[in-house]
């Protein structure tokens, strides 16, 4: 038992914050920091992701993904602005679509925890399977099954491809520092 001259003062402390109140501040992104990406909204809930692109099968070539927010909403992240503005402009009779500025809160929550993930899309390069073939043969010790004319082919089609990139590069670049495209 406690005995001094302690009062009996029973106060109730009134919470400094109101958590029942409380609002979260709206996400603020501007037109320039996801340019590539728009909302896809009021579509049934039950469009899966194969609906979706075939809704937006036109820019499949172009590179187009989908990002999932929720049943009603996902965002469609295009290969460049260009593009994203170009499927702004198109209508849709079972979709909705908006620039992410003007998307919903949980849309630009979204795109802001996955920022990495929205990188535009770019389509995936050709490939070879020749370097893993060869890796794994090396390391296993055993002789190649492949024909030498097929080697060669394949040997072929990589600096055919080397060669393509290497073109591309250098039109991009003679692009950019405006030299006469006409000489190439």
């Known amino acids: 038992m406690l005995s001094g001259n302690m009062k009996n003062t029973n106060r109730i402390q009134e919470p400094r914050f109101d958590y029942y109140n409380n609002e979260v501040p709206d996400i603020d992104l501007s037109d320039c920091e996801f340019p590539h990406v728009i ?21 499949q070539k172009k590179g187009f993904d989908i990002k999932w927010v929720d049943d009603t909403h996902a965002l469609g992240v295009f290969s460049s602005p260009i593009t994203a503005r170009d499927a702004l402009g198109s209508k849709h009779t079972m979709v909705k679509i908006r620039p992410l500025s003007q998307a919903t809160r949980a849309a630009k ?9 929205l990188q ?9 399977a020749a370097l893993a073939r060869r890796l794994v043969i090396n390391a296993l010790g055993v002789r190649s099954k492949q024909s030498r004319t097929e080697r ?10 080397r060669e393509r990139k290497r073109l591309e590069a250098k039109q991009r670049e003679d692009i ?3 030299r006469d495209q006409s000489a190439v």
Do not use: H, M, N
């Open 152 to 161: 060669e082919a394949e040997l072929k089609k990589l600096q055919e491809a």
């Open 109 to 117: 929550a979204k795109a802001r925890a996955y920022a990495e993930f």
């Open 120 to 128: 535009p899309a770019k389509e995936r390069p050709e490939t070879s």
């Open 39 to 59: 909302e896809i909204y009021d579509f049934p809930r039950e469009f899966r992701t194969e609906d979706l692109l075939r809704v937006f099968c036109s820019y």
């Open 176 to 178: 950019w520092e405006g």
